[in-house]
């Protein structure tokens, strides 16, 4: 009997954690699919995104590559890594633009894995997006990251809802890591202590967790990463 191939998603494949997840799951040997502003040389596909498109433009672009690359298949899952980081009070010169920036790079890519997951996830498929543990309170030194993230888990909570648009027992869920052990966080914060940074192949590993039924949180969850002593737990923050 032949074995079905499983078939995964990564928005933001070419970042440092997206980077990751494409060499894990291809070395699972899934079908890996990547959607970023620059191609994934080891993904199976590549959809690439102009940053200076609007949103529902990229939304129009990325949906209709999606669609002639599943030919009529459906996912297991979508893993929207896509995301930056930027600082600024209210009092900020630069607080708007950065605000708009990451609202750009976190809600709109989140959105568009949410519309992605509504059309070609498979029922009992996985989403994840990218929430913030700081996001859980006020983020006074950075806005516009605070108020994105935030709009993230709302948009998890709102997708785990009855006629949320979400296949059957689909599982939309946030991580919300303290700080992922990145080489740019390694740059400019080399003084840190390292072991308490997550890891990203163990974000990679939980994923198919996940995927694979392993460890299921509640639908719905915004699950905290947080590493001491080398060692990752995972708790629902709610």
Not at 97 to 107: I, L, P, T
Not at 146 to 151: E, F, N, S, T
Not at 181 to 191: H, I, L, V, Y
Not at 220 to 233: H, P, Q, R, Y
């Amino acid at each position: 009997m032949a074995t079905t191939v499983k078939r995964v998603l990564i928005y933001g494949g070419k970042g440092a954690l997206g980077s990751a997840c494409v060499t894990y799951f291809k070395g699972k040997q899934y079908w890996v699919g990547s959607i970023d502003l620059a191609p994934n040389e080891m993904a199976d596909a590549n959809i690439l995104v102009k940053p200076d498109a609007s949103w529902t433009d990229q939304e129009t672009h990325v949906l209709g590559e999606i669609e002639t690359l599943m030919s009529g298949n459906k996912l297991d899952a979508v893993f929207c890594v896509a995301g930056g980081w930027a600082g600024g009070s209210a009092a900020a010169k630069a607080f708007i633009k950065n605000a708009d920036m990451m609202w750009k790079q976190s809600v709109w890519t989140s959105s568009i894995s949410a519309a992605i997951s509504a059309k070609h996830l498979k029922e009992g498929g996985v989403l994840t997006l990218p929430g913030a543990m700081p996001a859980l309170e006020g983020t006074p030194g950075m806005i516009g990251y605070g108020m994105a993230k935030a709009a993230i888990h709302q948009l998890v909570k709102s997708l785990a809802c009855d006629k949320s648009g979400m296949p059957a027992n689909a599982l939309t869920v946030a991580i919300l890591p303290m700080t992922l052990d990145t080489p740019m966080n390694r740059k400019f914060m080399s003084e840190a202590d390292f072991t308490t940074w997550t890891p990203l192949e163990f974000v990679a590993e939980l994923f198919n967790k996940w995927m694979d039924g392993t460890d299921r949180p509640a639908n719905g969850s915004l699950m905290k990463l947080v590493t001491k002593d080398s060692i990752t737990d995972v708790t629902a923050a709610c």
